[in-house]
């Protein structure tokens, strides 16, 4: 048997992001998105190992004990109905922890991925939904990418509906990392008192209609109404976020926004050299990279 298999584990940006209150049944918030996946990746490394379990070694950040590679693990222990070998995953990130590009939970789907190779197995999408409820909302969305973790999609409920939508590969996004901590469960207190205080005052944010969003993703991108619900929430607590956004604008960007619940800022352009300049004139105030979606 093959000893050590490979995969990258691609980042993803929300085209609009729509969060409503939080349901008092099971407290979570459903959310009207579309996801794309971005060629800026994670890779995987995994080794077979005589013990049994899964451990993960990653230099560049420090993960708990418990972290979306050992869950995603566990589950499919559970559901394959057959003997799973120990790993030991290496991860070299490339993708900025706790930035709304959902890196932990493409990791998860591409070791999934890696599993099914090493047992010879191929799960249903019941099977891989299962693996995703059990390990975070976002990796819903990457399980059902294609074989290499690329893809797009309407996504809705708490991520859990996923819609597959054939992906633009013809954008190129400037992604802007700005210097600032805010955890995802900071964002979700932000954005409930901003839903709160919406609810009670005249300002309302006018998203595109959840069956129009892929009509929207399609047309120029001039033409773009996407909106994001952490967004202003967050930019007015972090005022980066703000100027990174405008800064995008003024370098040429046709459409700007925070991806998920942030930091990361991304502006979009749809020819590489544009984003290219544009990187080049923001790269002495920011961290950023050129990232095309894929």
């Known amino acids: 048997m093959k000893e050590q298999f490979y995969a990258k584990a691609y980042a993803k940006v929300n085209f ?27 890779e995987l490394t995994v080794t077979l190992k005589q013990i049994k379990g899964c451990s993960v070694q990653c230099q560049q950040v420090v ?3 418990k972290n979306t590679l050992t869950s995603a693990y ?17 991860l070299k990130k490339g993708i900025p922890s706790g930035g709304g590009l959902g890196g932990g939970s493409s990791d998860a789907a591409a070791l999934v991925r890696l599993l099914q190779k090493i047992c010879g197995l191929s799960l249903s999408e019941n099977q891989l939904d299962y693996i995703a409820d059990k390990t975070g909302s976002d990796v819903f969305f990457f399980m059902h990418c294609d074989s290499e973790g690329k893809g797009a999609a309407l996504v809705s409920g708490r991520g859990q509906i996923i819609k597959k939508i054939a992906s633009r590969d013809d954008l190129f996004l400037l992604l802007i990392f700005p210097k600032l901590s805010s ?30 969003l892929e009509a929207v993703y399609r047309a120029d991108v001039e033409k773009w109404v996407f909106k994001n619900t952490f967004t202003m929430p967050l930019c007015r607590k972090y005022s980066e976020i703000s100027c990174a956004m405008e800064d995008l604008r003024k370098s040429g960007a046709l459409f ?36 095309q979606t894929i």
Not at 16 to 42: A, G, M, R, W
Not at 74 to 90: K, L, R
Not at 204 to 212: A, G, I, N, S
């Open 183 to 212: 955890s995802t469960k900071e964002a979700y207190m932000l954005a409930d008192d901003f839903l709160a205080e919406m609810n009670v005052s005249d300002y309302k944010v006018d998203y595109p209609l959840f069956e129009d």
């Open 256 to 291: 700007s926004d925070m991806s998920g619940s942030g930091s990361t800022v991304f502006g979009v352009f749809t020819l590489r050299q544009q984003a290219m300049n544009s990187c080049s004139l923001l790269a002495g105030t920011w961290n950023c990279v050129v990232v």
């Open 74 to 90: 566990d589950v499919f222990c559970e559901v394959a109905g057959v003997d799973v070998p120990g790993i030991n995953v290496e």
């Open 16 to 42: 609009n992001l729509k969060v409503y209150p939080k349901d008092d049944k099971d407290c979570f918030h459903n959310i009207e998105s579309i996801f794309q996946t971005v060629d800026l990746y994670d």
């Open 63 to 65: 993960l708990p004990a």
